[in-house]
Nanobody
């Protein structure tokens, strides 16, 4: 069981930047699928960024964030970041990191991610 904790959420103005952090309770990037999700009030949870192959630089991004958001990781392999540039009011949401054990192949959206952090709030004003 991997424990995850996000931080870095804040209130910013449109065009601003934030970097979210997700600290895992164990070395995680070679053995787990990792992803960032967000959920805005009244909307479904959105899969916005996912590492497609553990320990690789291959990632996938939702169209809504492509070109603005980037996943990165620390060398110790226990912290994942989400760099968010040119933030817009529609990016306002609770942001979550998630993980599941990697079973080989690409980390697709299914099976569902089973480990979640508590979330960190991002609010973007116009």
């Amino acid at each position: 069981h991997v424990q995850l904790k996000e931080s870095g959420g804040a209130s910013v103005e449109a065009g601003g930047t934030l970097r979210l952090s997700c600290v895992a309770s164990e070395y995680t990037f070679s053995s787990n699928c990792m992803a960032w999700f967000r959920q805005a009030p009244g909307k479904e949870r959105e899969d916005i960024a996912r590492v497609l192959l553990p320990s690789s630089g291959i990632e996938a991004y939702a169209d809504s964030v492509k070109g603005r958001f980037t996943i990165s990781r620390d060398n110790a392999g226990s912290t994942m970041y989400l760099q968010m540039n040119n933030l817009q009011p529609e990016d306002t949401a609770m942001y979550y990191c998630a993980a599941r054990r990697w079973g080989g192949g690409y980390c697709a959206a299914q099976p569902p991610f089973g480990w979640w952090g508590q979330g960190t709030q991002v609010t973007v004003s116009s």
